[in-house]
């Protein structure tokens, strides 16, 4: 495996933080629609 980058700046750390948090939120967010559709599919959709 290989290793991590490490920040050099309180800067960078942020920067690098921040694209994690998108990473995350976009799985979560991917999930959650994900979950939503097949929830409308195995109901027989909207009628």
């Known amino acids: ?6 920040p050099k700046t309180a ?9 994690l948090n998108k990473v995350i939120l976009g799985a979560i967010a991917g999930l959650a629609v994900l979950f939503f559709v ?9 009628g």
């Open 1 to 6: 495996m290989t290793e991590r980058q490490q």
């Open 11 to 19: 800067e960078e750390m942020i920067r690098m933080r921040r694209g």
């Open 38 to 46: 097949l929830t409308i599919v195995r109901m027989g959709g909207a």
